[in-house]
C-alpha cells in the first residue's frame, strides 16, 4: 500500500485530473498511472478507474492483452497516498476503509484476469504498486526499477497481496524483504521471482513500436512472450541476494523478530558481518509491532491461498489504524518530518507476544 510521499498540494483521494489514461491501439488496452508528481501513488479514484477500464477490456473481443505502466521517469508507483489515508481515519472518515476493500478487489481481478497482462516496472515500484504488478503474467524490470515492500518503515505491514507472493519468493528471502522494507534492484527481482524479464529503459520505446505492430498469430500471451524475448532477458547476473541467500535462509527462519537480531549481532564471519549489522541497525529503526505482525503474517500466508491471503490483510486493516503503529509512523515521517517516531512498543525487548498474536484473533474462527 505504502507511498512515502504525497503530490504537490495534498490532493484529496477522489481528485479526477485524468489520473489513469487509456486507450487501445493493435488490440492492446493501454493502462498509464498518470500521477507523476506523485509517484504515481494510487487514489481511490485511480483505483476505481482501473476497475472499470479492466472489466470493460475483459469483456470486448478486440482487446487482446493489457499493458500497464507509469508516467514519468520516476516511477511506475510508489504504493498508495498514503496522508489521505491518514487525513480520512483522523477525521472520522471512512475513507481508509473503502480504499483497501477496492484496492485488494482490483488486485485479486488483475490476479485472475482473463487476458495477459504486461506491467512495466519502470522506476519505483512500491507497497501498492507492487501490488497492482505481482498478478500480472508478463513482469518486466528495467536498470531503474527499485522494487520494495516498504511498509514496516511507517508502522505499517506489507499489504496487497504481499502475505502471498513474499512468502513464495525462495527461501526466506521474501520474509528478509518484508520484515526489513529494503528495495531491490532488476537482478535481485529476476531472482526472487517478482519480475520475469529484464529490459533496457531505453528500449521501451521500441517495445512500444514493435507492440503497435505485433501480428497477432498464436495465443495472445504467446505472441507477447515471442515478442519479449526478441528484446529483453530473464536473467542477469550478480543478483545480491543470491550471494547473502544461505545467511538470509538461517536468520529470517529464525522463531521472532528479537531472536533475528539479537544473532544478526551476533555475526563475526568477516564476509557475513557488514551485512548483518546494516540489517541488525535497520530493523531496530522499524515499527517493532509491524515487523511482528509481518513475520507472523507471512509464514501464515504460505500456506494460504490467494483469497485467502487477502481476507487475512484486510483483518488486519480493521484493526490496524487504531492499535497499529501506522498513524504515529506517518506523523513522524510525512506530516510533523520529525524522523522520530515513537513506536508502541518502542523496542523489540518490549514486544508482548500475546499482543501480536491478538491481532490475528478470530481470524481462524471467520471462516477465511
Known sequence: MTAQVTSPGNRPMDATQNDVLAEVRNHIGHLTLNRPAGLNALTLDMVRHLQRQLDAWAQDPQV?????RGAGEKAFCAGG??????????????????????????????HHYRKPVLALMDGFVLGGGMGLVQGADLRVVTEKSRLAMPEVGIGYFPDVGGSYFLPR????????????????????????????????????ATLDEKLDQLQWHDTPLKDLQ?????????QLPDAPLETLRPAI?????????????EQL???????????????????????PVAMAVTLEMLRRGRHLSLEQCFALELHLDRQWFERGDLIEGVRALLIDKDKNPRW??????????AH??????????SGN
Open 64 to 68: 487482446h492483452a493489457v499493458v500497464l
Open 81 to 110: 497516498d498514503i496522508r489521505s489515508l491518514h487525513d480520512s481515519f483522523k477525521s472520522g472518515d471512512t475513507l481508509h476503509v473503502d480504499f483497501f476493500v477496492e484496492e485488494y478487489a482490483l488486485d485479486i481481478a488483475i
Open 169 to 204: 519468493v525462495p527461501g526466506e528471502l521474501g520474509i528478509y524483504l518484508g520484515v526489513s522494507g529494503v528495495q531491490i534492484r532488476a537482478a535481485d527481482a529476476l531472482y526472487c521471482g517478482l519480475a520475469d524479464w529484464y529490459l533496457d529503459s531505453g528500449k521501451l
Open 226 to 234: 515471442s515478442l519479449l524475448a526478441t528484446l529483453a532477458v530473464q
Open 249 to 261: 535462509d538461517h536468520f529470517f527462519a529464525l522463531p521472532d523478530v528479537p531472536s533475528i537480531v
Open 265 to 287: 549481532r551476533e555475526v563475526t564471519v568477516a564476509d557475513s558481518h557488514e551485512w548483518a549489522t546494516t540489517t541488525a541497525d535497520l530493523l531496530a529503526t522499524r515499527s
Open 344 to 353: 508502541n512498543p518502542p523496542t523489540l525487548q518490549a514486544l508482548d507476544a
Open 356 to 365: 501480536v498474536a491478538s491481532f490475528f484473533t478470530g481470524f481462524d474462527q
